[in-house]
């Protein structure tokens, strides 16, 4: 019997469903088994000898259902579904197969430009074309210019937009198709969501098929971006307290915080943990699942102020170290900064203080669950900071936050 299951990938995966189905990925068709994955990555070549730069894989955790015959929805992260993929193949951590289009996908800024291939080669048609392919912005147009009067083709701009950049590589597309209108190339412009390979010779080979398959007869790939990030003090940032229940974190972050205020300079959002559990995860309790859902929320609102070049602060216990690097990892996705800071007091310090009373009733085993009595405490060991507050005063404590902060250029 076939069943049909539902998956979300991610973003990258995404991107490579877009142009499977575009057919920008001529003659792929679907996803590859991690048998076809390795053969690309060793040889450089499909099952049949046709030479391909990129392994183009799903990954699909081990305890998903869906086996060899079944079909699976794949849904962007807001549940819109975009294709049906028929499983021909589940090892390594990946579900292979065919994709299908369920409907036209929605797209963000610049929809306008995602024309796919097809569309593209009828513009064209019976024209040599210029293809490049860009990241960042082309600043020197005349090697351009003299290629394509050189080989009498049309240029075709084909900014690869993916992740927080993207929108800037299209705007300069524009821009740099705007000049060489102005200097008579006849000229298109496809959006294509191509994201970046780590390896430089397998990014431009596959560049170069994608271009292709765009109806490409020679291939110009535009320099690669230059990324200087902005002087610290107008990068977001998010300094994430971790630490056992009575260890200070929220002492030494509403500290941090004020002190802040009182410099000026930065906008700052506080997550105290308690009044996050009240509003943002009401309802939540202190499973595991429970708290990482808390920490990732807490993680979602600190990244979007981060986006931004906020400062937020967040004061939560968040005792696994998985979650605590989702954190991170979020946060960095947004161009932002993130520092950990372990509130290492130890346990038996955050006890003797029991200033909730909490301990007391963990002990007599009337909460369950409880950190560093009946629930694990993951010690952190990629702490940015570690302070230790047990025999220090409240302002000590804060300064420890605040002079790395400084120091750092994060704040002036
Ligand atoms: N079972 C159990 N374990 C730990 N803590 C408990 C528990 N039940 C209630 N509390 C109270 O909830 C506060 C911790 O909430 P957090 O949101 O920071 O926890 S977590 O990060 O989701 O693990 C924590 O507050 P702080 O003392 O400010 O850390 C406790 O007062
Ligand atoms: N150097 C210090 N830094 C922070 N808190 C301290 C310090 N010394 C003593 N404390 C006391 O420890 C307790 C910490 O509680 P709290 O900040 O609510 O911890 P948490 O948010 O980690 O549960 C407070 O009663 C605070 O006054």
Redesign the pocket.
Do not use: H, M, W, Y
């Given at each position: 019997m076939t069943a049909t299951f539902e998956w979300t990938p991610d973003a990258r995966e995404l991107a490579d469903l877009e142009l499977l189905l575009s057919g920008a990925y001529h003659p792929l068709t679907g996803f590859m088994s991690s048998a076809e994955a390795h053969a690309v990555d060793d040889h450089g070549t499909l099952a049949d000898g046709t030479r391909w730069p990129a392994p183009v894989t799903l990954s699909l955790p081990g305890d998903h259902p869906a086996a060899p015959g079944d079909r699976v929805t794949l849904r962007d992260p807001e549940g819109a579904p975009l294709a049906v993929l028929t499983v021909t193949d589940r090892s390594g951590g990946l579900a292979a197969g065919p994709v299908e289009a369920l409907g036209a996908p929605e797209h963000g800024p610049f929809a306008r430009l995602r024309l796919s291939p097809a569309e593209v080669r009828k513009e064209l048609a019976g024209r040599e074309v210029l293809a490049v392919t860009m990241r960042g912005p082309l600043d020197d147009l005349g090697e351009i210019t003299a290629t394509a009067e050189e080989l009498e083709a049309a240029v075709l701009l084909l900014p690869l937009a993916f992740g927080e950049g993207g929108p800037a590589v299209v705007r300069a597309a524009l821009k740099a198709r705007d000049r060489l209108a102005e200097s008579g190339a006849e000229t298109a412009l496809a959006v294509v969501p191509l994201a970046p390979r780590q390896e430089q010779a397998v990014d431009l080979e596959l560049r170069e098929h994608v271009a292709e398959a765009y109806g490409a007869t020679e291939h110009l790939a535009g320099p690669e971006p230059v990324t200087l990030p902005g002087p610290p003090h107008r990068r977001g940032l998010v300094v994430f307290f971790t630490g056992?229940?009575?260890s200070g974190?929220?002492t030494v972050a509403r500290g941090l915080r004020d002190a802040l205020l009182e410099r000026g300079g930065r906008t700052v959002t506080y997550l105290d943990?308690?009044v996050?559990?009240h509003l943002l995860?009401a309802g939540l309790g202190?499973s595991r699942e429970?708290?990482d859902l808390?920490?990732r929320r807490i993680g979602f609102v600190a990244a979007e102020a981060a986006r931004h070049g906020g400062l937020a602060i967040c004061?939560?216990?968040?005792?696994y170290a998985a979650t605590r690097e989702e954190v991170r990892a979020m946060v960095e996705a947004v161009g932002a900064d993130f520092l950990l800071v372990h509130v290492a007091t130890p346990l038996a310090e955050c006890e003797r203080r029991d200033?909730?009373g909490?301990y007391a009733k963990?002990r007599a085993g009337l909460?369950?669950?409880?950190?560093g009595i009946s629930?694990p405490y993951e010690e952190p060991e990629d702490a940015d900071l570690v302070v230790d507050t047990t025999a220090i005063p409240v302002e000590r404590a804060v300064d420890a936050v605040l002079d790395p902060l400084v120091q750092g250029g994060w704040v002036r």
């Open positions: 056992l229940s009575g974190k929220s943990g308690d996050v559990r995860s202190f429970d708290r808390n920490i004061a939560p216990i968040a005792p200033r909730k909490l963990a909460i369950p669950e409880f950190t629930a």
